[in-house]
């Protein structure tokens, strides 16, 4: 009976333990864990997908625009949020419509190359606009960069603007 006791009292507490792994992932997934937001995955964030269910608003991916002016137009969320959100729209915006000429211009089927450029520029214009003002609003380190205050959109505007503006001379 002794014996049987000794031997149940560690296996009862070893039960109760957790094993843990660790495993090596490369910058790409990390980056996609801990941000997912449309630079890294391509799609709208958790948070901006928060301030679009709290107002309601489904489907955002296909009807970006109504999207859009509904945050632009709501007092529902806290500002920072509705600037966070706004900002990483017209990101998605401008990542999609870019993606999309670019299948038109392969295809030979572009009707007017400058207004879809002019389109194209005015939506990271929007991005940088709210990515600044965020950026201005928190005034974080730059050690803390996310998409929530805006210095990887600010960034990745500055480079798209400059090439749609160097496309449209």
Known sequence: MKILSALLVPILLLSGCASVTVSNINSQEYLVQRRGDVISQG????????????????????????????VGDSSVTDNESKISALAEMWLFKAMRAQKDAQVLKDAGEIQNEQKLNAELLNDYIQTAKYSVFLRQKNQRPRLRRSTNTGEGLLQLCRTKCHRAALQSD
């Open 43 to 70: 799609r709208l964030s958790d948070p901006t997908n928060t301030v679009l269910t709290a107002l309601g608003l489904s489907d955002c991916e296909n009807r970006v625009q109504y999207c859009i002016n509904s």
